[in-house]
């Protein structure tokens, strides 16, 4: 929005010097030579155009030194007016702004969407894995010449928005206060901090990942308002430790890895509240059966059953912890809402 106002106010600007120029003509003539206004648009226009019909023969001194003036000034803004207006038309600003107003309309009517902020390889990894997985992603990032690449590069389901996310003004316009979830990745943790706060002012009830790329920093971002803080350095340095002590742990888990490719997802499926409220044993929904996938664990209220027993109730309002495929997962989704 405010990229494309910046633009439609440059061609505003530049008409607006153009018709600056030609009144001034008109009335100039009329006042200086006592012209009537036909007679002083006609000369104006030759005179801007450099058309010339040579100068009339009764044109006052005081009518050559205002021409004179009339063609350096139209020479400067009517230069600078015209290539204001091809360069919006002929370089794909124009262009570009129909794509930027028919994105915005999309923006107002998405719903349950997820917002990356920060298109560096960290946000540009999460923001792909998410739209793989099928669900509709923002990727934010300030940098033209980034989002351009990404555009290039990225599949459908994925749309980049150049904007600042730590302006307010952004965040509203990319559907904030009606977004399922946030995660923002920038290197500087006082952007970061900032983004935070503005979209939690914004959604109150908005889940809002944060990365900290200093320890430091953690609390700062969950008084910002961060439902999680995820610290880069940490995480790192854990991740070495169990490669160190854990290889073959290590090595199991990336296996469910290929070439970047989730193959194998541990996901978290929500019992939807059209589930019975009384409750079903898991060993009579029969998951590993009929979905194929392997339940690891029952997530109740903050709590956690691991490896359940088959005599253990399903609720509605509870999650469940499991590990295979996508596909599988979406066969238990089915299953729950039956």
Known sequence: ?????????????????????????????????GWSLTDSFFMTVIT???VGYGTPEDLSAAGKIFTSILIFTSITLGVYAISKITAFFVEGKMS??????????????????FIVVGAGT??????????????????????????EYIEDI?????????????????????????AAGLITTLPVDADNVFVVLTARQLNPSLEIIAKANEVENIKKLRYAGASKVLPIPEIGARRMVNL????????????????????????????????????VELGELKIPQKTGLIVIAIYDGGKSMFNPRANALI???????????KEQIEKLKLLLKH
């Open 154 to 178: 990225s599949e459908d389901g994925l749309i980049c928005f150049k904007g600042d996310a730590v302006n307010e003004e952004v965040l509203k316009q990319i559907g904030v206060d009606h």
């Open 96 to 113: 570009y702004a129909l794509r930027r107003r028919r994105m915005l309309k999309e923006l107002e009517r998405m719903k349950d969407h």
């Open 122 to 147: 960290i946000g540009l990894s999460i923001a792909k894995m998410l739209s793989e997985r099928g669900f509709k992603v923002i990727l934010v990032d300030n940098d033209p010449a980034r989002i």
């Open 244 to 279: 160190i002590l854990n290889p073959s742990i290590e090595g199991f888990l990336d296996t469910l890895i290929e070439s970047g490719d989730m193959q194998v997802y541990f996901e978290q499926v929500s019992v939807p509240d059209s589930f019975p409220s009384e409750g």
């Open 1 to 33: 929005m405010i990229e494309r106002t910046r633009e439609v106010k440059s061609i505003l600007f530049a008409v607006l010097y153009l018709v600056i120029v030609f009144l001034s003509g008109m009335f100039g003539y009329a006042i200086i030579e």
């Open 315 to 325: 609720k509605p309002g509870q999650a469940l912890m499991v590990l295979g495929k």
């Open 48 to 50: 801007v155009s450099t």
